[in-house]
């Protein structure tokens, strides 16, 4: 007896994806004006590695007193001193803001800090990021993203036609922006490992944008009469199932490292796991509605086709 292939999502689908579009512009042109306004009103909490400072893990014997470890740190003048568990109750993650003065005042700093919480501290790691470092840390991760995005505008141009790169860099520029907004909102810690993931997001959400620009490209040439719209509807629901699949796949993955990665991961992984969400949506909704907006080069045909045929006339 030969068994039928478990089937989570039917190969029939018929989503009216072009209908449902035009809300998904409106609810991503509100999330992105709202990114774009926490940007600029509350700002990202960036980490040590692009505004420069000390970060030390430390582990104390009995659970910590994190009130009682800041009034300590405080109490020595360095500046707003930020302090939370990592990880367990004994794991403490304390940040410094940049100390002037060079090598020197830096050891001096630490030996300050290590002689005020005592000797029941084990101090794990220390990571000290100057100010010259750190800035030149965030130049090259801008250049990493920009340069990320004008190589995919190349890419998809070259292999396709321009609108479809158009959409393709639309959809990866709302991505970020709302990724960004994200962080805006709830103050997570903006740092390298936030950039590693940003790129990886970018490719991810261009896998998925490309897998459904070949099938459009495909279906282009075979119903040359279907208008666009239930052409790209046609399209997109005869990739759905892989794209879900995939995408949840890809999910299950990174909730079992969230959870069981550590603290250290938890920043990237939370990032990876926003990315996949809002890149699939992306590629369904913002890549693929764009060809509407733009049209293709069937279009541009048809009306240079017509526009030839009235200037023929007598």
Known sequence: MKLKPIRFIPDDTKIPIMRISRFGFFLSGILCAASVLLFIFVGLNVGVDFKGGTVLTIRTEQPANIEEL????????FGNAEIQEF??????????????????????????VKEALGPGVDFRSIEVVGPKVSAELAEQGIIAVVSAIIGILIYVWF???????????????????????????LGIE?????IAAILTIVGYSLNDTVVVFDRIREFLRKYKSMPLANLIDFSINSVFPRTIL????????????????????????FTMIWG?????????????????????????KKAEAKAAAVAARP
């Open 87 to 112: 990880g367990t109750p004994n794991d403490v993650l304390i940040r410094l803001p940049a100390i002037e003065g060079g090598d020197a005042a830096q050891q001096e700093a630490m030996a300050r």
């Open 190 to 194: 903006f740092n390298l490992q936030i």
């Open 246 to 269: 995939t995408s949840v796949t890809t999910m299950l993955a990174l909730i079992a490292l969230y959870v069981f990665g550590g603290e250290v991961l938890r920043g990237f992984t």
């Open 276 to 300: 996949v969400i809002v890149g699939t949506y992306s590629s369904i909704f913002i890549a693929s509605p764009v060809l509407i907006l733009l049209g293709t080069v069937r279009d541009e």
């Open 159 to 185: 292999r396709f036609e321009w609108q479809f790169a158009a959409g393709a860099i639309l959809s990866l520029l709302h991505d970020v922006l709302i990724t960004i907004g994200l962080f805006c909102l």
């Open 70 to 77: 800041r009034s300590k740190v405080d109490a020595l003048g």
